[in-house]
């Protein structure tokens, strides 16, 4: 298996972890959806990250992608059984990829990839925005917590939304355990998964060697 992208993007890591979550191993190929080179242009037709292969299979949606690995390798299963569960389970992937990327996207953008990987100057009024415009899903997944994971069994929705926050960690971003306690919690037991620890690896090894460190 072959995951092309950079695990900066929340997708990318959703990917990765959940290949490690499921005990497989993928390669993960760095490709830049604005230099695309032929062997990912074959695999990601609007070269968008992550792409993905699995000898003749291609894929180039995170949602599909992990949909394509669950029906191959159920167990452990990322998506649950009943209707209601696997539904919730979607919406908080859903939460992750369509509310809270967007809303952070401008802390990212104006406080790390500016600054940081293009060398240009961020724009902290943007920024600032954001910071506002993220407590409303932060709110909402705060007490949207029960018990351990976000709905019952760990799920990719738990894997969604611990991704973006982990590429927000890259501009100092943490989760405020005094206005989040169950979020912060939550997001440490993420973090103490076998799975997520395999990607994490993974995506410093890839974030070191594209840095040249
Ligand atoms: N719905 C897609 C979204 C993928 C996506 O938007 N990826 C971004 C990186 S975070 C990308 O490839 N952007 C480059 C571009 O749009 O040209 C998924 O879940 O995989």
Do not use: C
Request: glycine share 6%.
């Amino acid at each position: 298996m072959k995951i092309y992208g950079f695990p900066l993007s929340p997708f990318v890591r959703k990917v990765v972890v959940a290949v490690k979550e499921k005990g497989l191993d993928a390669e993960l190929v760095p490709s830049n959806p604005g230099q695309p080179d032929p062997e990912f242009s074959a695999v990601s037709p609007f070269h968008k990250i992550p792409a993905f292969r699995d000898g003749d299979f291609t894929m180039a949606d995170s949602t599909a992608i992990v949909t394509y690995l669950e029906a191959k390798y159920p167990q452990p299963a990322l998506l649950p059984a009943s209707p209601e569960a696997r539904s919730r389970a979607i919406w908080f992937e859903e939460v992750a990829d369509t509310v809270l990327t967007p809303a952070g996207a401008p802390i990212v953008l104006n406080r790390f990839l500016r600054p940081q990987i293009f060398g240009t100057e961020g724009d902290e009024a943007a920024a600032l925005a954001a910071d506002e415009a993220i407590k409303k899903p932060l709110v909402y997944l705060e007490d949207a917590v029960s018990g351990e994971w976000l709905d019952g069994a760990f799920s990719v929705g738990d894997i969604a939304v611990a991704s973006v926050i982990r590429t927000l960690s890259y501009t100092g971003f943490e989760l405020d355990a005094s206005a989040y306690p169950q979020l912060a919690a939550w997001f440490e037991r993420v973090q103490q998964r076998a799975g997520w620890k395999a990607a994490v690896e993974i995506e410093k090894e890839v974030f070191a060697a594209a840095m040249g460190r």
